[in-house]
């Protein structure tokens, strides 16, 4: 996990109470400023992409594909509106409120394959876990 350090702070109790704390490496820093490390298994930008602008998600990716290792995979879990930008729903309206309250919007599949493409993961999937308006997309390096 790499978070600051108030948020790792709560996620080191919740690996330790689910048994897994020898499998996670938490590591402070600002996802906007800092490498993440390297060798990584996975990364996963939770809710992180509508906060922010193409270029500074464009950034975000490229840094995460540096952290991964060969066949390592990125996983985005945000909000995703059809490539017309007409649904769902609730990503439709959430990018209003990221015009209205910051430079962030919701992105479509497409902008993110793009951009994953652009920094070098060889596959792009999207993954519907049925319990999300969104699918999650998972990019293999």
Same mark, same amino acid.
């Given at each position: 996990a790499f978070d600051l350090q108030s948020v790792l702070d709560e996620a080191a109790n919740v690996v330790k109470e689910f048994g897994v704390a020898e499998?996670?490496?938490?590591?402070? @820093?600002d996802y906007r400023t800092s490498e993440f490390g390297s060798s990584?298994?996975?990364v996963v930008f939770g809710n992180i992409c509508h906060i922010e602008t193409p270029e500074t998600n464009r950034q975000?990716?490229? =840094?995460?594909?540096?952290?991964?290792?060969? @066949? @390592? =995979?990125?996983?985005?879990?945000?909000?995703?509106?059809?490539?017309?930008?007409?649904?769902?729903?609730?990503?439709? %309206?959430?990018?209003?409120? %990221?015009?209205?309250?910051?430079?962030?919007?919701?992105?479509?599949?497409?902008?993110?394959?793009?951009?994953l493409r652009e920094a070098g993961f060889a =596959?792009?999937?999207?993954?519907?876990?049925? =319990?999300s308006p969104s699918p999650v997309i998972i990019a293999t390096k």
């Amino acid at each position: 996990a790499f978070d600051l350090q108030s948020v790792l702070d709560e996620a080191a109790n919740v690996v330790k109470e689910f048994g897994v704390a020898e499998s996670f490496r938490l590591q402070a @820093g600002d996802y906007r400023t800092s490498e993440f490390g390297s060798s990584y298994d996975i990364v996963v930008f939770g809710n992180i992409c509508h906060i922010e602008t193409p270029e500074t998600n464009r950034q975000l990716i490229a =840094r995460a594909h540096r952290a991964l290792k060969a @066949g @390592g =995979r990125l996983v985005i879990g945000d909000l995703l509106p059809n490539d017309e930008r007409t649904g769902p729903a609730f990503p439709v %309206m959430f990018a209003v409120n %990221m015009f209205l309250h910051c430079d962030g919007d919701t992105y479509t599949f497409e902008e993110y394959r793009a951009w994953l493409r652009e920094a070098g993961f060889a =596959r792009v999937e999207s993954y519907d876990t049925q =319990r999300s308006p969104s699918p999650v997309i998972i990019a293999t390096k």
